[in-house]
């Protein structure tokens, strides 16, 4: 599932000639403006392996890259990352379009 403008729209999975058995649930608020959360569950196990990775653009590692350079943290954590610094970009960036 995804955002497009301000609508949920759920994707299109590739089917394989062998089945993933992993089953997922979504449960999604009647009200998102309300609460904007949706809860993705999985069960099961994957029989394929992951997808290979993508790789981050190039302006957004760019920016990242700005930013932990200026908080000249040396403690530097990725929980402290994610929940603080991550966190603080999302929001500007989110802002900014």
Do not use: W
């Amino acid at each position: 599932m995804h955002k497009v403008r301000n609508r949920i729209v759920k994707g299109v999975i590739n089917k394989k000639s062998n089945p993933c058995p992993v089953k997922f649930y979504h449960i999604i608020p009647e009200d998102l403006a309300e609460c904007p959360f949706i809860i993705t569950i999985s069960v099961g196990v994957h029989n394929h392996p992951p997808p290979p990775p993508s790789k981050t653009p190039y302006d957004i590692k760019n920016q990242l890259q700005k930013v932990i350079n200026n908080e000249h943290i040396l403690d530097l954590t990725t929980r402290k990352f994610l929940t603080g610094i991550l966190y603080n970009v999302y929001n500007f960036l989110k802002i900014k379009r």
